[in-house]
């Protein structure tokens, strides 16, 4: 579609993520540690009875993809202003089609790059919109948000690969330029002190919030081609 412009949409997902930076880097936390949390008390579980453990691992598991989902909406949310939150992140709507599209997806992706690599990446590409479509659509299904994403980047896809392959090469661009820094901030101090802790600290950091900028910035920017080549309408958010 004429209405795809990359530098276009890679610039707006750019000031987007800086304007609602700060409420990225909490709604991600939150989708971090909600899993994680109920991962831990499985872990724990287990030592005592090892079938409740299991099955509590497995929910920490499941909840993983319940606050991706999370993320998701709310870039798909924040790609017209609003701001990323809490609430939208632990919405259970759309979930479980997500979860079956997303096994088929992997599936897919899969056998693709076991059977010959290319055409495997060619694949992860063409369906890596349909978690946009099943938000955007309150009403469809899981394999038809897989259907919609193929036939929305059908009818542009060279333009998409050449988007896709920018945008991956920013992100570890970024991330590359991070974990360099880390490395030369903790290499500097040849003594472990005091001050190696603090500069190892302050260098982690610096990772850390880089690494959320640069998630934030990925999906915003999926969100934000979806939205362009879907011709998705406009829509209100409260603040």
């Known amino acids: 579609m004429s209405g795809f412009d990359i530098a276009a949409v890679l610039d707006e997902a750019w000031s987007l993520t800086k304007r609602q930076y700060w409420h ?139 988007f896709k392959i920018v945008l991956i090469g920013a992100t570890v661009s970024l991330t590359v330029v991070a974990s360099v820094s880390q490395s030369i901030l903790i290499g500097g101090a040849n003594d472990f002190n005091v001050l190696t802790s603090m500069v190892s600290g302050i260098a982690f950091i610096l990772v850390l919030l880089v690494n959320v900028f640069v998630a934030a910035f990925t999906y915003l920017a999926d969100a934000l081609a979806y939205r362009r080549l879907s011709g998705d309408p406009e829509v209100v958010h409260p603040d």
């Open 24 to 162: 990225w880097l909490l709604v991600i936390f939150v989708a971090i540690a909600i899993p994680v949390a109920i991962i831990i008390v499985g872990a724990l579980a287990a030592v005592a009875v090892p079938a409740l453990g299991a099955i509590v691992i497995f929910l920490g598991i499941l909840g993983f993809f319940y606050t991706f989902l999370g993320l998701l909406r709310n870039a798909y949310n924040a790609s017209e202003g609003a701001k990323p939150s809490v609430g939208v992140l632990l919405r259970s709507d759309r979930y479980w089609w997500f979860l079956v599209a997303g096994l088929v997806y992997t599936g897919i992706v899969v056998v693709g790059l076991v059977a010959f690599i290319i055409p495997g990446l060619i694949l992860a590409f063409m369906f890596s919109l349909f978690p946009y479509a099943l938000i955007g659509n309150s009403g469809m299904t899981g394999f038809a948000a897989l259907a919609m994403s193929w036939e929305l980047i059908t009818t542009s896809f060279w333009r998409f690969i050449g």
